[in-house]
């Protein structure tokens, strides 16, 4: 229960992490503040889950996450704090795999939380146009060491295969959504 009579149909590209902190952040933008379970608890829920997405999480955050759910859920004076973490103990109890690639493996199956996220060029793909390199708007791709190949599997005579330096990358996708023969990946 998130709290209307909506639906809404989500699939593999969504993040369940990140869905239950979207949720987490609209019940603290709209609890009152009037009891401190919800005022603060929301607050600290909220705090989890974004240590979580960043990639900063660990098992015990899990174990706070259900605990504090249930603080707040039993604690609250009105239906907003009572349901307000609905969607973190809903989301872990069905997906619990998400939570555990996060926290364990600093890993978001989805591929949805960006600071867990890197870009790569594929070197066998990419015919060393160039086009990436021009549109990164941090300077973070330049021409590699290997050999750049057409689509046809010959070298590209004088062009090399591209790299992103992760170091530098703020993963704004532009070069994802730029390359027109599919050479760039996020995992
Ligand atoms: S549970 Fe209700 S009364 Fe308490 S802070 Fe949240 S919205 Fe206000
Ligand atoms: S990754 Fe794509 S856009 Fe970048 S140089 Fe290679 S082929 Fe060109
Ligand atoms: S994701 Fe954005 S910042 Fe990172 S390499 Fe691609 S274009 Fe540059």
Known sequence: MMGSGGAIVMDEDNCMVDVAKFYMTFICDESCGKCSPCRIGTKRCLDILT???????????????????????NNSLCALGQTATN?????????????????????????????????????????????CMRNCPVGAIAPGTEPAHLPNGNVNPGKFAHVIDPKKCVKCGSCLSGCRIGAITKR
């Open 87 to 131: 969607p973190i103990l809903s989301t872990i109890k069905a997906f619990p795999e998400e939570y555990e690639a996060h926290v364990k493996d600093h890993k978001c199956p989805a591929h949805v939380c960006k600071n867990m996220m890197e870009y790569f060029i594929l070197p066998n793909k990419c015919i060393g146009c160039g086009l």
């Open 51 to 73: 240590k979580i997405c960043d990639g900063k999480g660990e098992p015990q955050d899990l174990e706070d996450l259900k605990e504090l759910s249930n603080v707040i859920r």
